[in-house]
């Protein structure tokens, strides 16, 4: 478990990532998208999550420079969509993200969605990719187990992360379990079900103990639970409240309360429909 903004998570081959970083999915690309990720990294984050589905990853670049903070303290994040796979097509969306973001390389690059007939060829083009050191690490997006499962039959590199919708609705435990048995970590995409979750009684009711917000029980629940969590918010004072959560702790019974709260309903699309 993380103590701190900061504080990382080392994967599977020995990278060191930030166990909370900032999500800009939905996130108007330029001045908004710049904003925001400068406003998160001068507060203290240290990794953000794009990919190139979002078109904000020139407005992400920007905001990371004029964040001032070192490159090799933030750790970035980008994503492969649907239409670019394919073993040249991913080399070259990979190339383009590159591009827009304004950087060298790249901390971790996902396959977005597992889409059938391509993700293997796919996940061989991410391989070469990690093999010449242009990215630290390589993962996964909303992949199910059987998809992790085909994955992991025949490549030479295992996903370091597996990106996947993960709340207190969605908790997907026979996933999480299948992941931590084989050290892949779990990070959650949309903590927070784009709001639906913050007014639910049994987690208002915690946060009213610990005089925090729902969003910041929820997220205290990820971190206990040890998930990568990535919140979105282009608010500063969303941001920065979303990231204090270091100065309290869930006991077991809440946490296994929130656990509870299950009850398998998405926010956003399911893996297995997810082709194009």
């Known amino acids: 478990m993380i103590n701190n903004l900061q504080d990382t998570v080392t994967l599977n081959n020995g990278v060191k990532m930030p166990g909370f970083g900032l999500g800009v999915y939905k996130v108007d690309d330029g001045e908004v998208a710049t904003k925001a990720v400068k406003t998160a990294l001068t507060h203290g984050y240290r990794s953000i999550d794009t990919a190139s589905f979002y078109d904000n990853e020139t407005g992400v670049g ?62 061989k083009a991410l391989e070469k990719l ?3 050191g242009k990215v630290r690490a390589i993962g996964v997006s909303n992949f199910h187990v059987q998809h992790l499962e085909s994955l992991l039959a025949d490549c030479d590199v295992k996903p370091a992360i597996n990106q996947v919708e993960h709340h207190p609705h969605l908790t997907q435990p026979e996933l999480k379990s299948f992941c931590e048995d084989r050290s892949i970590e779990l990070e959650a995409w949309s903590p927070l079900k784009r709001g639906g979750l913050l007014d639910e009684p049994t987690i208002v009711k915690i946060a009213e103990k610990y005089k925090k917000s729902a969003a910041q029980v929820i997220l205290r629940w990820d971190i206990q639970t040890n998930v990568i969590t990535i919140p979105k918010s282009v608010k500063e004072h969303r941001i920065i409240e979303n990231a204090n959560i270091f100065d309290f702790e869930l006991k ?24 194009t």
């Open 252 to 275: 077991d019974e809440e946490v296994e309360k929130i656990s509870g709260l299950n009850i398998n309903d998405r926010s956003g699309g399911n893996p297995d429909n997810m082709d």
């Open 130 to 132: 990690y093999a010449e």
């Open 62 to 123: 920007e905001g990371i420079r004029q964040s001032g903070i070192p490159r090799e303290e933030i750790f970035v994040t980008s994503k492969v969509w649907n239409d670019e796979q394919g073993y040249d097509n991913t080399l070259k969306a990979f190339e383009s993200s590159l591009e827009k973001l304004g950087l060298d390389y790249l901390d971790l690059y996902l396959i977005h969605w597992p889409v059938s007939g391509k993700f293997k060829d796919t996940w």
